[in-house]
């Protein structure tokens, strides 16, 4: 994938919270098992997932293009918090982990410095993604771009 790319799309994974090392290790592991075996795709989807432990799990990484957000995935990192965030945010931890993530990779010139930050539902029609209540959080986030972009403008 062709870095920087000007663009995070932040997800939720829908599936259940994880506070500790080992809880989200099988979370991991289940979510690759259902992008693999259901999905049909090579790995998981995302470039990274972050856990309410606060750690950082690594996906597909910072140079292989995605496949979490179509018209994106080549042009964007993709964010996951593991759990459902429909009706509650994720633990601070979390979101300060997706928050000096993002630094990280402005930093190693894998992020333009002048990103635009999408929630999931905004680049991709027909999705609730990243759950409402992360979506309400992620409006107050620097770089947040209002409206729909799909396909990208």
């Known amino acids: 994938m062709k870095t920087p790319v000007p663009f995070v799309i ?9 506070h500790d ?6 979370e991991v592991r289940k979510i690759q098992d259902f992008h693999m075996d259901v999905r049909g ?4 989807g995302y470039t990274f997932l972050v856990g309410e432990d606060g750690r950082v799990y ?8 995605g496949a979490h957000c179509p018209w994106y995935n080549h042009q964007s ?19 300060d982990t997706v928050q ?16 635009i930050l999408y929630g999931h539902r905004q680049g ?8 409402d209540a992360l979506f309400k959080e992620i ?3 620097p770089h947040w771009k209002p409206g729909d972009h799909f396909p990208p403008k």
């Open 10 to 18: 932040i997800h939720h994974t829908h599936m259940d919270r994880c």
């Open 21 to 26: 090392y080992d809880h989200c290790c099988t």
């Open 41 to 44: 795709w090579c790995d998981i």
């Open 58 to 65: 690594e996906g597909r990484g910072w140079d292989t293009i």
């Open 77 to 95: 990192i993709g964010i996951s918090i593991m759990g459902d965030f429909t009706d509650v945010i994720p633990d601070k931890i979390a979101t």
């Open 100 to 115: 000096a993530l993002i630094k990280c990779a402005v930093e190693r010139g894998k992020l333009s410095p002048d990103f």
């Open 124 to 131: 991709r029609n027909g999705t609730t993604c990243p759950g």
């Open 139 to 141: 409006q107050s986030w």
